[in-house]
């Protein structure tokens, strides 16, 4: 288990004044301090750790927001913002001494400018709720997490939100024109515009992916775009890995940027395949999913470079997709894999580490070899143009013997995805989960700037304390002693 | 002025001399080749350090899109050995020199230190959006990494887009990791002739919101209309079809015509050729939202003899008048009006040491922004106002 600091025992002793304060900012049934309506609270997507917070706020407006940080921060109360809490890295776990901040409530869409392309919502907007909002006009928001039903846009800028299409459309921060943002004194500033580039330091670009680490969003500026005439998707399945990285390097190779390219391992076909019998070939040993737009002429002359490609690789299997229908039952599977495999084992890590493509074959081959020693199950799905794994780890949370060698698991292949040139997490956040995983990445100098870095916007260390900068070394929390989450 | 001109062959070296420069309380200018010296304001340093002898591509990996390079390797170099593979740098970055009046090519690491980026940034993004690994050294003396050699990477802090484009005032970059993309094949131009601006606007935000993925819309003023450019890049295929699309959408705007191959005209938006500003004239470089674009100059057209060139959409309007406070006023109130950013990009040195060349920021970011600035060079060495007086 991952220790969390010991809360200030001042502030759970003031936490009946603490609530009382609250409510005088935020009235009605703004402010939640009840044992049984704060459990929904207790956790995000990482749900093996489970942690009641002190209070839950539940701001209607900017202004709220900052006076609640403002007391916060004159109180010396940790403050953990939250969006759908959809978070996979534990990004929203609240402390015991911590007022979760949930910002769902935030939920309108304000502006929507087909001339500047651009819309503006508040930070409880879900991910496709601006999708939906904007589609009958034909446009849309390009980053799709596969929780884009229900993850919302401010956790997507904290968190740098990617997806499927990132590979043509790029990530949360490529689709952002600015933002309001609450410092932890409760300043109100605007970040950017409407408007591209603002000169100055990009404080857009480092609030972005920050993990509630800097400060708090409460509205976003969103570019929206025309969507293509169309778009389809094929299915290419290989009988080895290799292979299917090499096909991979060769699309990209020829110069077509696919607007999409999954692949899938042969326990993630097959989990996929059970649930949604999307005609997947069961005795491959890598699947790839590649989607092309434009229209019907485009996309099949495409398709048809592609199919070509492919073929010098002896497919086991090449299936192009002659209408939309088709294309969204080759999706079904892909989009389904998390559910899919939760069919499998009612317990699952989703872990997230991304590599340089080339290294595709030996990293999954050492996942294989892992899965074996650790006796634990594992499928592999991941986003193959950007070299973003998602090993999915299979475990039972009702042994703790088998979390831990879970845990132990998911942790080996992050340093193995660090030690090949890659990274801890491409898109999921370090949150709790990869915090004290941060020194395999980073030098003691390079994690005491970033530190000082979040101290420079946040000097208490109040604002989501104990996430993404390991605690070792800090000396905020050298005094205080470290407990074990629940 | 600048007495003497440093340059470190290695990493190492740029550490020590940084090192050694905090230690003596000596301030430093820091550049590439220095063909951009003339942006922003003047910095007041006793030496420079120019990165050009860090030189050099240390891995290009065409199937995984990335390459990587020391800060000092010429532009033209990069762009060079990308082509050899059919690729691209994806924002389309400018080549400023003879606009600044220099002999010699950009850095890759003067680019990704003041983030310009050409016409293809309205629908590919900015040098920024492309970085994705940095070395550099901060104002202590310390060698530091931010992000890697991989295309997504949230893993703390994102420091690359905190260097990319604070033009060397946190920290002396050393080697940047790009995203980059296979090149198109093909690209080609559909061109309307219009009667106003806000029907030029009109024009190029009916092309960019149309399904054709356009990948350059910019607007040249000629008398009282204009003539606004739609850029399509893909399989020629494609080009053909697309470019046949939108000409037939667009002639409700005014007469159109599609041009294939057209990289030259491109090109000389990019490098804001169009603007056909004298070398004794001053240019700025306006931010704002599209449909804010014509009210900005019409506003400066009343203020005086000004030159305009429009490029991201109207997104960014390129502004030459005469050097002089006056004008620098008159833009700043245009793009406060719009509530847009302004930068004064070029100007003489007396006008740009004494006007803010870009706006003030709100108090409590003010604030944050010294906390950083101490953070990464507490000793405040690193290009002394360039950006800001006294920052």
């Keep these: ?486 | 002025m600048l007495s003497s001109t440093i340059v470190p062959k290695s990493e190492d070296a740029v550490a020590s001399i940084i090192a050694a420069a905090a230690a003596g309380g000596e301030r430093l200018a820091i550049e590439g080749n220095g063909s951009k010296r003339a942006l922003l304001r003047p910095v007041r340093a006793t030496r420079t350090v120019s990165l050009r002898g860090l030189s050099g591509i240390t891995l290009y990996h065409p199937t995984e899109l990335i390459i990587s390079a020391r800060a000092g390797t010429p532009l033209p170099e990069i762009e060079a050995a990308l082509a050899e593979h059919g690729q691209h740098l994806i924002a389309e970055p400018p080549d400023l020199a003879a606009l600044f009046g220099s002999s010699r090519p950009a850095t890759i690491g003067g680019i990704v230190a003041t983030n310009l980026s050409g016409p293809r940034r309205i629908a590919w993004g900015a040098m920024r959006d492309h970085v994705m690994g940095i070395r550099a050294v901060n104002g202590k003396g310390e060698i530091f990494r931010s992000g890697g050699r991989v295309l997504k990477n949230v893993t703390g802090l994102d420091l690359c887009k905190l260097l990319t484009g604070s033009h060397g005032t946190l920290g002396v970059i050393t080697e940047v990791t790009l995203k980059v993309l296979p090149a198109p094949k093909a690209s080609g131009t559909v061109s309307i002739h219009v009667a106003t601006l806000e029907q030029g606007i009109a024009a190029l935000s009916a092309g960019l919101g149309s399904p054709f993925s356009v990948s350059g819309a910019a607007l040249l003023p000629e008398g009282e209309g204009a003539v606004a450019h739609l850029r399509i890049e893909d399989f020629a295929e494609s080009v053909a079809y697309r470019c046949g699309r939108l000409r037939d959408d667009m002639a409700r705007f005014g007469a159109a015509s599609v041009q294939m191959e057209t990289q030259m005209l491109w090109q000389g938006i990019r490098d804001a050729e169009p603007l056909g500003a004298t070398p004794e004239e001053a240019i700025w470089r306006i931010s704002v939202q599209p449909s804010a674009a014509p009210g900005v100059v019409a506003q400066l057209r009343a203020a005086g003899g000004t030159k305009f060139l429009l490029d991201w959409g109207g997104g960014l309007v390129w502004v030459a008048a005469h050097a002089s406070e006056a004008a620098h006023q008159a833009v700043v109130a245009a793009a406060l009006w719009a509530q847009g950013s302004y930068t004064l990009f070029r100007a003489p040195e007396a006008l740009r040491s004494t006007v803010a060349v870009l706006p003030d920021e709100l108090p409590a970011l003010a604030a944050i922004a010294r906390r950083v600035k101490a953070v990464m060079d507490p000793a405040g060495l690193l290009n002394p106002g360039r950006m800001r007086a006294g920052q």
Aim: glycine share 10%.
């Design chain 1, 1 to 486: 288990m991952i220790p969390l600091p010991a809360p200030k025992p001042d502030v759970l002793a003031r936490r009946a004044q603490i609530v009382a304060a609250l409510q005088a900012i935020i009235p009605g049934d703004g402010v939640i301090s009840e044992a049984l309506r704060l459990k929904p609270y207790e956790t995000d997507g990482l749900s093996a750790y489970r942690q009641p917070p002190l209070a839950v706020v539940l701001p209607t407006s900017t202004e709220q927001v900052a006076a609640v940080l403002k007391y916060c921060n004159a109180q010396g109360v940790r403050v953990v913002p939250r969006g759908a809490g959809t978070s996979l890295s534990g990004g929203a776990l609240p402390l015991a001494d911590a007022v979760v901040m949930g910002l769902m409530r935030m939920n309108h869409i304000k502006t929507v400018d087909y001339e500047n392309r651009l819309a503006v919502v508040e930070a409880g907007v879900t991910n496709l709720g601006i999708t939906k909002h904007v589609e009958a006009d034909g446009f849309f928001y390009a980053p799709d997490p596969s929780s884009q039903l229900a993850c919302m846009i401010g956790g997507n800028v904290m968190m740098n939100s990617g997806g499927a299409h990132c590979l043509k459309y790029g990530v949360t921060a490529n689709n952002l024109l600015g933002l309001t943002f609450v410092t932890i004194e409760g300043e109100v500033v605007q970040i950017g515009g409407t408007y591209l580039d603002a000169p100055g330091y990009d404080w857009l670009g480092i609030i972005t992916g920050s993990e509630g680490q800097l400060g708090v969003v409460t509205e976003v500026t969103v570019r929206i775009l025309r969507g293509p005439e169309g778009a389809r998707a094929m299915l290419a399945a290989f009988d080895s890995i290799e292979v299917a990285g090499q096909a991979v390097d060769a699309i990209i190779g020829s110069g077509i940027i696919p607007v999409a390219l999954e692949f899938m391992d042969r326990p993630c076909i097959h989990a996929c395949e059970a649930f949604a019998h999307a005609g997947y070939p069961l005795d491959a040993e890598a699947m790839l999913i590649i989607e092309v737009e434009g229209n019907v002429e485009e996309q099949d002359r495409l398709l048809s470079w592609i199919k070509e490609i492919c073929n010098r690789f002896n497919p086991i299997s090449l299936k192009v997709a002659e209408t939309a229908e088709e294309s969204l039952a080759i999706w079904k599977g892909r989009k389904g894999a998390f559910g899919a495999v939760g069919r499998i084992s009612p317990d699952y890590l989703c872990m997230d580490g991304t590599i340089p493509t080339g290294e595709l074959p030996f990293v999954l081959k050492r996942i294989g070899e892992m899965s074996a020693s650790y006796g634990l199950q594992v499928a592999n799905v991941f986003h193959a143009g950007d070299g973003n794994l998602h090993p999915l780890i299979m475990f039972d949370a009702n042994n703790e013997a088998s979390f831990h060698a879970a845990e132990n698991f998911g942790a080996d292949i992050l340093k193995l995805c660090v030690e090949v040139g890659g990274c801890l997490t491409g898109e999921h956040g370090v949150g709790i989960e990869k915090r004290d995983l941060m020194p395999v990445q980073f030098t003691p100098l390079e994690l005491d700037q970033i530190r000082a870095l979040k101290a420079a916007f946040d000097p208490q260390w109040l604002l989501n304390p104990a996430k993404v900068f390991p605690l070792e070394g800090n000396p905020i929390f050298a005094t205080i002693p470290v407990l074990n989450a629940a």
